[in-house]
């Protein structure tokens, strides 16, 4: 079974910046990719961002492309979200996530809330 703990949520003000941190434990064999996704109150979880765990290959949703840096230290089997220039519209609950080969569904961490004030 894999655990993934994120810490680095908070109460931040618009144009700050904030880093979120995620680390897996347990079977990291067959893992295809890490990411972020967020959750606002009333709405869907929304992909952030994603990194694939071999070669590197990150991905932006557009809404934070500019702002958000995805970066992996995979000797410590962690990711992280640098969120430059926030804006109260990035409140939400974020997620950490990762998915397996053939696994059909991502695995989630606790959640970690980030609140932006205007």
């Known amino acids: 079974q894999v655990q993934l703990t994120e810490s680095g949520g908070g109460l931040v003000q618009a144009g700050g910046s904030l880093t979120l941190s995620c680390t897996a434990s347990?079977?990291?064999?067959?893992?295809?990719?890490m990411g972020w996704f967020r959750q606002a109150p009333g709405k869907d979880r929304d992909f952030v961002a994603d990194v694939t765990w071999s070669g590197a290959t990150t991905n932006y949703a557009d809404s934070v492309k500019d702002r958000f840096t995805l970066s992996k230290n995979s000797a410590e089997n962690t990711i992280y979200l640098q969120m430059n220039n926030v804006k109260p519209e990035d409140t939400a609950v974020y997620y950490c996530g990762a998915y397996w080969y053939g696994a059909g569904n991502w695995h989630w961490g606790q959640g970690t809330q980030v609140t932006v004030s205007s």
């Open positions: 347990g079977r990291m064999f067959n893992l295809y990719k």
